[in-house]
């Protein structure tokens, strides 16, 4: 038993602590009560009452600072990933750090801590700014979109300084960062994959194109790195009709103009990077969400097809076999997703991220957070994934508008120091358009 003491006399208190499910550390505070009074708690105390019908009152209070969570390389969709990891379901207090080389990018605006990345920086300078990051900072997960050739590997360098890095082994990173090796060991493992060829000068790339284009498919170029709508291009050697012309627009070009544009650029000593040539498969995109352990089980998968300006939850077991099949094989770990599309009625795989997909959001309509579920797998060994998704959900893609606290300038630091105290909560709303 504890005695504390303030203006109106004393008051006797008993303490017990313990840690909660989420690792929390709770003190609980029950002050005896005599006769009725108000409560007698120092006033350095941070706390909140709850009624008890044994003549005392009960006070909770929190001694562990919140969990801080770095969004490295935070595009505009991680707002919506900084709303499911403060929203999770086991009510831990999260505090979220984003960074990007863009001083301008909106995830600075909407996180708590914002910060600069190095720009055009090599993988060893990168990953000591990301180490320094956390040491500094106290990070306790890091969860990055990008780099991750810099960091895959380096797992025990940051669980050194406390911080838990979500990324998939350096195998699984240098074959998916890449469509080629991708395709390749794909093909070989026995998962369904389009027909294509790897290219990278002129001559190259008219032989790809005669060769597929025997069959009746569209074909369509595209670099073979990370890049992601980048560069990619429909190859169509028709003339613009009216239709087109006013229709949307569209990434078209013909096998002559790009076969002329890499020999110059062949002529000017320019660097060409690895191009797929591969049938252009049209139809709605099925972008599967993975959640799978350090060892590559998957723990849930949920199938989202893109059709415009709606998505569907599928429950689609086909796709969800191959993401299996693939996440398997690879080992990839925690987030990740497969994206497929058909090819005369079949599915074949498209591009397989070891990252989660920016859509990662919406799986929140199935009734899952797939975000914070990655977060408890990766300190404590369990997803806490208790329910299957709900599926065969329409949704529809709305624009947003999101209020933001102003920030001052961020200073362009190595680890960058935050720019602002953390913002209010509460002045950040969203409206839907």
């Known amino acids: 038993m504890i005695t504390a003491a303030d203006d109106n006399g004393p008051g006797r208190f008993a303490r017990d602590e313990w840690r909660c499910a989420a690792g929390k550390l709770v003190v609980l505070l029950v002050e005896i009560l005599p006769s009725p009074g108000r409560a007698n708690l120092p006033a350095h105390h941070h706390h909140r009452a709850r009624s008890s019908p044994l003549g005392c009152r009960i006070y909770e209070r929190s001694v562990i600072i919140a969990l801080r969570i770095w969004l490295s390389s935070a595009g505009a969709a991680s707002a919506q990933v900084m709303q499911l990891l403060r929203q999770n379901p086991d009510g831990v207090d999260v505090t979220v750090y984003a960074s990007n080389v863009d001083p301008g990018a909106p995830a600075l605006s909407v996180c708590d801590v914002p910060a600069l990345e190095p720009r055009h920086v090599g993988n060893a300078e990168y990953a000591a700014f990301a180490l320094d990051f956390c040491r500094t900072n106290e990070i306790d997960v890091l969860i990055p979109p990008r780099r991750l050739d810099a960091l895959a590997g380096r797992a025990e360098d940051f669980a050194a300084i406390g911080t838990g890095l979500m990324c998939s082994p350096p195998a699984a990173i240098r074959t998916l960062t890449s469509k080629v090796r991708t395709y390749r060991a794909a093909a070989a493992a026995g998962l369904p994959v389009p027909p294509w060829r790897v290219v990278s000068d002129a001559a190259g790339f008219r032989a790809a194109v005669d060769e597929l284009s025997r069959t009746e498919d569209s074909l369509c170029v595209k670099p073979c790195g990370e890049y992601s709508a980048f560069g990619f291009r429909?190859?169509?050697?028709?003339?613009?009709?009216?239709?087109?012309l006013l229709g949307a627009p569209r990434p078209v070009a013909s096998t002559e103009a790009v076969a002329r544009a890499l020999e110059r650029a062949a002529e000017q000593g320019d660097r060409i990077p690895e191009l797929l040539v591969m049938p252009y498969l049209e139809g709605p995109e099925i972008s599967v969400d993975c959640l799978s352990t350090p060892a590559g089980e998957l723990l849930a998968g949920i199938p989202r097809s893109k059709n415009g300006r709606f998505r569907t939850l599928l429950d689609d077991a086909v796709s969800l076999d191959i993401a299996r099949r693939l996440v398997g094989h690879f080992g990839v770990a925690y987030l990740s997703n497969v994206q497929l599309r058909h090819l005369r009625g079949e599915p074949v795989l498209l591009e397989a991220n070891p990252r989660p997909a920016a859509g990662v959001f919406q799986t929140a309509f199935a009734g899952v957070n797939l975000p914070w579920a990655a977060v408890?797998?990766?300190?404590?060994?369990?997803?806490?994934?208790e329910r299957p998704p709900r599926l065969n959900i329409c949704l529809a893609v709305a624009e947003a508008v999101m209020e933001v606290a102003p920030r001052p300038t961020i200073p362009n630091l190595h680890p960058a120091a935050p720019a602002s105290p953390v913002p209010d909560r509460a002045s950040h709303t969203m409206l839907e358009a």
Do not use: E, F, K, N
Request: aromatic share 0%; net charge neutral.
């Open 234 to 244: 429909i190859l169509d050697d028709r003339p613009p009709s009216l239709s087109s």
């Open 376 to 385: 408890r797998l990766l300190r404590h060994g369990d997803a806490g994934l």
